[in-house]
C-alpha cells in the first residue's frame, strides 16, 4: 500500500512518459525508443495502481486473467494484421478505448464508493458530470468507430448514407444528450443514465454513416481525439493526472491530424462532418460526358519511357493499397535504380484511407524513408522530372483543382504531375475518382494511361525494363 | 478560501492539451500512423479505472455488477495496450535510411 501523493507523483511521471513518446514521433531515429517510454509509463501506472489498492484479494487473479486474456489477443491481432488493414485496425482499436470508457463509467455509477465518488443516488455533483460527459463521449467513439470499420472492411458501402431530415434529427439528439445529462445530474436516476448512454450510441452511429470512403482519414483522426477526450472525462471522475493528460494528448492530437486531413482536401471540417461528398455525381459531370481521346499504352511502352528517363516520381494511392501493389512497385524502382534513374515518392497528405497510411506501405516494403517525401517538398521537382508514375492515386493529381473555380474539389492541393514531361497512369478504367468528377490529366498530351491491375501492370513493367 | 482541487486538475488538463499542440505538430507526416497507433495504446491507460472497478467487489464474492463492467473494461483496454504498443513497434522497425551507395 503506497500514499496517495505517492501514487499521484508516480502518475503524473507516467504522463510526462506518454508526452515523450509522442515527442519520440518527431524522427523516425528517435521513435522507436518513444514507444519504449510509452510502454514504460504504461507499466509504471498500472503497477502503481495495484499497489495503491494495496490487499491482494482474490480479485486480483481475475484482473491478471482479464490482462493476459486482453493482452494475448492484442498481440496475436498486432503480429497478424498486414500493413495493408491499418486504418481498419486504428478504428476497431478506437471502438475498444471507448467502450472501455463507457464500462468503466457504469461501474462508477453502480459503485461510487469504490471510486471514492459518493453512494449511489447522491454522487457527488462534479463527478457526476465528469462521469456522464465521459461516458456520452464514450459510446459516441465506440458506435462511430463500429460504422467508421465495418465502412473501412467492405463489410458496410463505403458511400454516404443520407436521408431526410438527416441533420435537423442529429441536432435534436445532440441536444438531447445535453439536457439529459442536466437532468441525471439533478436526479442522479439510473433510468436517465441508461438512457444517455443508449442515446449517445445512437448518434455515433447517425454522425458517421453519411461520411464517405475516402473521407476516413478525417473520420478515423476524429474518433482518435473523441476517444481521448472520453478518456480525460473519465480521468476527471478518477481524480487520476496520468489519465488526464493522456487524454488531453491523445485529443489534442487527433484533433490536429483531422485539421491536417481537412486542409489536404481544402474542406472544412463541418463540411466533412455533415457528409455526403460524393454521394451522386451532380449536372457538372454529366454534362461534359462526351468521349474525349485517351492515349493507352501497355507495360512495353511504360518500360520503354522509364528507361529512357533520368528521374521519376512515383505518386501512390489507395489504389495501391487495394491491389497490394506496393512490394512490387518497389521491386520496379529496384531495377530502375540499377539503370542510374533517380526516383522519388510524392505522397499527398490525403492518399490512403488514414493519415500517414501510404508511408507505412512504402516502409513495409523496405522503402528508404528519405525517399519519400510530401506534398509541399516535391511538388517542385515535378516540372523537372521526366516521368511521373501515378499508380491508385486519382483526385490527388487532377490539374482541374487549380483551373476550375466550379469544380467540387477546386482549390485542393494538388500534386502538379502534369508538368512532368510524360505521366503513366496506371487504373483500371477511366472511371472518375471518388469525388465523382473527371479526371483531366487523363486527356493531356503527354499521359499514356495503363490499364491494368496495379499489381500485374508493374510487374510486366518490371519484367520489360 | 482553500482551491478546490478540481482546479488543479483542470490547470493540468489545459497545460497538457497545449503540450499535446506542440508535441503533435512536431511528428513528421510519414509517422501520422504510427502516431495514431500509440495514442490508442496510451489512451488505454485508463485501464487504471478498469482495474479500480474490477476490484470494487468485497472479497467474498469478486463478481457483482459493478465488477463485472470493469473486469470487461480491463480486458477490452488490454487489448489495446498491447495491440497498440506491438503493432506501434512492428511499423515503426521497418522504417529505414536508405543503405549508403557507392
Known sequence: MISANLSAIFYLVSGVLFILALRGLSSPETSRQGNLFGILGMIIAVTVTFLSIGTFSSGFIFVIIFIVVGGSIGAFIAYRIPMTAMPELVAGFHSLVGLAAV??????FLNPVAFNLG???????GSLIEMSIGAAVGAIT???SVIAFLKLQGIMSGSPITFKGQHPLNAIILISIIILIYLLCSTQSSNLFWILLFVSFLIGFLLIIPIGGADMPVVISMLNSYSGWAAAGIGFTLENTALIITGALVGSSGAILSYIMCKGMNRSFFNVILGGFGATDDTSSKSSKEQRPVKSGNADDAA?????????IIVPGYGMAVAQAQHALREMVDTLKKNDIKVSYAIHPVAGRMPGHMNVLLAEANVPYDEVFELEEINNDFAN?????????NDVTNPVAKTDPQSPIYGMPVLDVEKCKSVLFVKRSLSPGYAGIDNDLFYKENTLMLFADAKKMTEDITKNL | MEIDPLIFRLSIFILSIFVGYYVVWSVTPSLHTPLMSVTNAISSVIIVGAIIAGLSGDPQSVFNTSSIFGFLAIALAAINIFGGFLVTQRMLAMYKKKKKEK
Do not use: E, W
Not at chain 1, 464500462?103 to 462508477?108: D, E, N, T
Not at chain 1, 520503354?304 to 521519376?312: D, E
Open chain 1, 103 to 108: 464500462f468503466v463509467a457504469i461501474s462508477a
Open chain 1, 304 to 312: 520503354f519511357l522509364m528507361k529512357n528517363a533520368s528521374s521519376v
Open chain 1, 119 to 125: 453512494s449511489p443516488g447522491n454522487i457527488k455533483l
Open chain 1, 385 to 393: 522530372a521526366d516521368v511521373a508514375f501515378v499508380i491508385g492515386a
Open chain 1, 142 to 144: 465506440f458506435s462511430g
